[in-house]
């Protein structure tokens, strides 16, 4: 929602299973979207352009939990959800 204007935009997740997480990059120009599903994807977007930069695939098996840029924003971490609780650090820009 834009708090100037009071407009808002609704989006859907990318696979249709659902969205898990989300967090933004702490420069404020990226924010990354966690899914849901069978083997499911990281979706990174600029902002406030709302473009797809970045697909991040085979983190874990169902769902992301939690999912979280580094300070300096040059990684993201992900934690997986039941069964595998998988961990990975992407290196999300090469």
């Known amino acids: 929602m834009n708090l100037k204007d009071k407009k808002r935009q609704i989006f859907f997740s990318n696979s249709g299973g659902g969205v898990g997480c989300v967090c933004a990059h702490p420069s404020q120009k990226y924010f990354a ?29 169902h769902s992301y939990s939690i999912i979280s840029f580094s300070g300096n924003g040059e990684q993201l971490v992900s934690v997986g959800g039941s069964p595998d609780y998988q961990i990975t650090v992407w290196n999300w820009k090469n």
């Open 33 to 61: 979207v966690g899914e849901k599903g069978y083997f499911p994807c990281i979706f990174i977007y600029s902002y406030p352009e709302i473009k797809l930069y970045r697909i991040l695939c085979k983190g874990t098996e």
